[in-house]
């Protein structure tokens, strides 16, 4: 499920394009990628995220868009621009490759999350593994997009490194652990054990679970947190998993998955007369 080197290839290509066409325009902005193809944590479908910097009095959504038009670099009917949304971006699909783009300006937010991301990547070994099974897990239920109810991928990250930051059991530094084992405890502590309603996930100082009540001192605009509530690391006062409306459903789909999974490795499974019908 890892990325081949022939996607990375393609994927930087594409933005090889794009850089173009915005040098072109603007030569001295500077694109930068983040989100899942800068953390190499991405799956065939992903999209692939950039921001261009730049000094301009607000973000020049429709010039941009106009350029990409008549460089033909998108499919035409593709190009849309998103500038009533909290952060107003271009979404594209490559004409060459059909791989989906996703253009912002100005925003460094994303750029400090893939970083931070890749720090934790160094430190627990496992992440990524677990990442890329979980993401094509909540691909195929259609639970990956927050628009459709699902998680986004900054929130799924984020509970997996709270996951492997207060997991008494498996040491996540070490390449040999029972990485089916991490799987179905992932499910478990999600699906099962955690406590959606009080509780929240902070991954600073080494990770914690904190009331919600603690968590809401901090928030700005007077927010209350949200089902499934992430302490966003980048910015105390922000809680990540607010746009998760369907956290409930995911946490459906962790508990079903814990179920099937215990109770195909658990040694009394041999044993059961329909085991053949349960594949």
Request: glycine content about 6%.
């Amino acid at each position: 499920m890892s990325p081949c080197p022939e996607e990375a290839v393609m994927r930087r290509e594409v933005v090889k394009r794009i850089e173009t066409v915005i040098k072109d325009l603007w030569p001295t902005a500077d694109v930068q990628i983040f989100g899942s193809f800068s953390t190499g944590l991405y799956l065939p479908t992903s999209d692939i995220d950039l921001v261009v910097f730049g000094k301009w009095d607000s973000p020049p959504l429709q010039q941009l868009e106009q350029a990409l038009r008549k460089h033909n670099v998108a499919e035409p009917h593709s190009i849309k621009v998103l500038d009533k949304a909290t952060v107003p971006i271009i979404k594209l699909t490559d004409q060459a490759t059909e791989v989906k783009v996703d253009i912002s300006f100005n925003v460094e937010t994303g750029v400090k999350a893939a970083r931070l991301i890749k720090d934790y990547m160094k430190k627990y070994s496992l992440l990524p593994y677990l990442i890329l099974v979980l993401k094509q897990f909540l691909l195929q239920r259609d639970l990956n997009e927050v628009f459709t109810g699902g998680i986004s991928s900054y929130s799924l990250i984020l509970m997996a490194i709270s996951f492997l930051q207060l997991h008494p059991r498996i040491d996540a530094r070490r390449f040999d652990e029972n990485l089916g084992m991490l799987l179905i405890e992932f499910f478990e502590l999600y699906g099962r054990n955690f406590n959606y309603l009080k509780t929240g996930i902070r991954i600073k100082n080494g990770g914690a679970y904190i009331a919600k009540e603690e968590i809401m001192k901090t928030m700005t605009n007077g927010y209350r947190p949200s089902m499934l509530c992430i302490e966003d690391p980048l910015l105390p006062g922000n809680d990540v998993g607010r746009s998760c409306y369907g956290a409930m459903q995911v946490k459906q789909v962790f508990d079903y998955a814990y179920i099937v999974l215990s109770h195909a490795v658990s040694p009394l499974a041999k044993s059961y007369p329909n085991r053949d019908s349960e594949r």
